[in-house]
């Protein structure tokens, strides 16, 4: 069955790219580099490659579309396509607006009435939830998690009772540490799963729990690659909320520089209870 040119009845198309393997790109990704007037793009030098390795002659213009410049241009690039240019955006690997560039543009061309259409691709967060094992039939993506201590605490157990797999994204640097955080507040018996340069030649998924997970990775050197981090949801079976986790949590809180009394009162907010007998119970144990 024959189907339209990607351009043919929308000037504004978002692409999806691989997350790794080049050989994942689709016909209509290559027709949509060689047919595009304009490419906005995330890095120039990266698409240049991918059009290169995909033995696609690009004639369009190139703009850098970034997070850093994404509130500017996104106007310049709705204008361009209401002028009658194809205009193609692309993030440096996977599908746009999933922690890259992109929502921006599809929101405001959906309040401005300007017609886009976007093409299918990998996407780094759903391979790892399907490779993972974990279930699929409800899953949260959460992406990036916050880097300061205290945020990052707040938003995992602002998700530890939530029953569906979620789904993070992580740095290698701080995947060890994120971990950490898990275990102490979704529980170490927690099911879970590391996926490693997924697509790519040392495509690893590391099962297990979250204690297991986060051993393995403690035993190696260093964390390599793009980090997707898979955690089933709360069950009645693995929802941990007994009095030594607490002051294991407290403990974890105050070697982090959380004064004592405020992290008693933080996990009585988190967990319910009371804030004062965590407390004494903390000082019990250090007096001891």
């Known amino acids: 069955m024959d189907y339209p040119p990607v351009f043919e009845e929308v000037n504004l198309v978002l692409a999806g790219t691989p997350i790794g393997n080049v050989g994942d790109s689709s016909p209509r990704l290559r027709e949509a580099l060689r047919d595009a007037e304009v490419v906005a793009c995330e890095d120039t030098r990266r698409t240049r490659d991918l059009a290169h390795r995909l033995r696609v002659e690009m004639s369009a213009r190139l703009l850098a579309y970034h997070e850093h410049n994404e509130a500017t241009m996104t106007s310049e690039l709705l204008n361009l396509a209401r002028d009658g240019k194809q205009v193609l955006q692309v993030s440096d690997a996977g599908m746009p607006g999933i922690s890259d560039p992109g929502f921006r543009l599809g929101h405001a061309a959906g309040n401005a009435g300007i017609p886009f259409t976007v093409l299918p691709g990998p996407s780094a967060p759903l391979l790892a939830l399907v490779g993972s094992g974990l279930p699929t039939d409800s899953f949260t993506f959460v992406g990036f998690l916050p880097r300061k201590f205290a945020a990052l605490y707040h938003t995992l157990q602002s998700l530890s009772a939530r029953n569906e797999s979620l789904i993070f ?58 980090i997707v981090i898979v955690v089933q949801g709360a069950t009645a079976g693995n929802e941990s909320a007994d009095s030594t986790l607490h002051l294991d949590k407290l403990e974890q809180l105050v070697q982090n520089g959380v004064k004592a009394k405020t992290a008693a009162k933080l996990i009585a907010t988190w967990f319910g209870g009371s804030a004062n007998e965590l407390f004494s119970s903390y000082l019990e144990g250090k007096n001891g």
């Open 169 to 226: 994204l992580e740095s290698p640097r701080r995947t060890v540490e994120t971990l950490d955080a898990m275990v102490q507040v979704f529980g170490a018996n927690r099911p879970a799963v590391v996926a490693r340069e997924l697509t790519k030649t040392h495509e690893e998924f590391i099962r297990g729990t979250l204690e297991s997970v986060h051993s393995e990775l403690c035993s190696r050197l260093e964390v390599l690659g793009e």
